[in-house]
Each structure stands twice: as structure tokens, then as C-alpha cells.
């Protein structure tokens, strides 16, 4: 759940020109600030409600589908709801989560994963060795964004001068996919970069 707990933490425009897609690819952005800030504030019960909402809008692509349902594994783990946990689980690989590296590094997943069942769904996981490339890549931006942010936000604690803050921001990979992981990452890393830019 870093990506999350990064985007709360954190404060992209998205280019000039909005077309109707990039106008539903905000909204969604800012669905996922909204969940951020729940799962924030241990709010998990309302994040899963508003995941299960997100998944239900018929305009919802199907890797966002499978990611809100990973999302709502995590939270489920960090309520401690096993079966919950495992059963959400299960349903984000079968809708094509195939993000094989989030899953083994979430704190609240932890306990659920020593579940000989959890650990043969993420085993199901297929993933492209380019998607899976840019799936680190996507991860390690996030990460630097996140460093950047809390680097940004303490030089400009006390700050005189009402100047503008250069801040970098790397641009999204364009190459075509399917993998609801990279998509996912992709919009997270947009995200993250709206908080930033807003902030």
C-alpha cells in the first residue's frame, strides 16, 4: 500500500490540451488521493467501500478493477481479515493483477502471504520482462518522488521569498501494455506527481 500512503503524503498536472480520457484519467487520480488520505487515517473499511464503488463505475478499465481489488487485499490484511485478505487476492490475479512485486513487500500482506493458497496466487502471476522493467522503474520513480517531496517541503519551511519551487518530474512511458500492474503504476506515479505539484 506504499503507493497509496505516498500519494497522501506527497502533493502533475496532466498535460495541456485535456482530452475527454485524460479528464477520466484525473478524476481517477483523484479517487486515489481520496483513498489515500482514508488509508491515512486508518479509515480501511470506507477505502474498501470506495474501491468496491470505483470498481462498480462502468467506465472503470479492467486493470483498474483488478488493482482495486489488490488494494482492498491490503486492507483487509491490515484489518486482519485473512480469508477477506486471500479471497481478494485471489480475485485481483484472476482479473489480471500482475504486479509480482508490491504484494511481497506490503507490511499487510505479510502475514497473509505464509498461506500456502496466497503464495500459489502470486506464483499464478505473468508478467512481460518489459512490463516487468518498467514496473521497477515505475516503483523506483515513485520513490524518488516521494524523497524529493519531503526534501522540497522542508526547504521551503519558513520561506521568505514567494518564488516557484523547480520541482523535476520524469514523464510517463508511453510504449503500449496490458499489464494491469504497469497501468496501475502509472497512474499512481501521475498522482503522486499531481500532490507534488499542487503542494
Not at 498535460?15 to 491515512?40: C, K, N
Not at 512481460?128 to 524529493?148: C, I, M, R, T, Y
Not at 514567494?162 to 503500449?176: A, D, K, V
Request: proline share 4%; aromatic share 6%.
Amino acid at each position: 500500500m506504499f503507493r497509496i500512503v505516498l500519494i497522501s503524503i506527497l502533493l502533475l498536472s496532466l498535460p495541456v490540451g485535456v482530452t475527454r480520457a485524460q479528464t477520466s484519467l484525473e478524476d481517477y487520480i483523484d479517487q486515489l488521493i481520496r483513498l489515500g488520505e482514508l488509508t491515512d487515517n486508518k479509515e480501511y473499511r470506507e477505502a474498501i467501500n470506495v474501491y468496491k464503488r470505483l470498481q462498480a463505475q462502468p467506465a472503470t478499465p479492467g486493470w483498474l478493477k483488478a488493482a482495486s481489488e489488490y488494494e482492498m487485499a491490503e486492507l483487509y490484511g491490515a484489518m486482519n481479515e485473512a480469508d477477506n485478505a486471500i479471497a481478494a487476492l485471489g480475485r485481483a490475479v484472476q482479473l489480471g493483477f500482475d504486479d509480482c512485486l508490491t504484494p511481497r513487500s506490503a507490511e499487510r500482506l505479510a502475514g497473509v502471504l505464509s498461506d500456502p493458497s496466497a503464495a500459489q496466487m502470486l506464483a499464478g502471476m505473468k508478467i512481460s520482462e518489459g512490463d516487468f522493467h518498467e514496473l521497477v522503474w515505475l516503483k523506483a520513480e515513485a520513490q524518488n518522488a516521494h524523497h524529493d517531496a519531503r526534501t522540497m517541503i522542508i526547504e521551503n519551511t519558513n520561506r521568505l521569498d514567494h518564488g516557484i519551487t523547480e520541482i523535476p518530474q520524469s514523464q510517463l512511458p508511453t510504449r503500449p501494455t496490458t499489464s494491469a500492474g504497469v497501468l496501475y503504476w502509472r497512474l499512481q506515479l501521475l498522482a503522486v506527481q499531481k500532490i507534488q505539484r499542487d503542494y
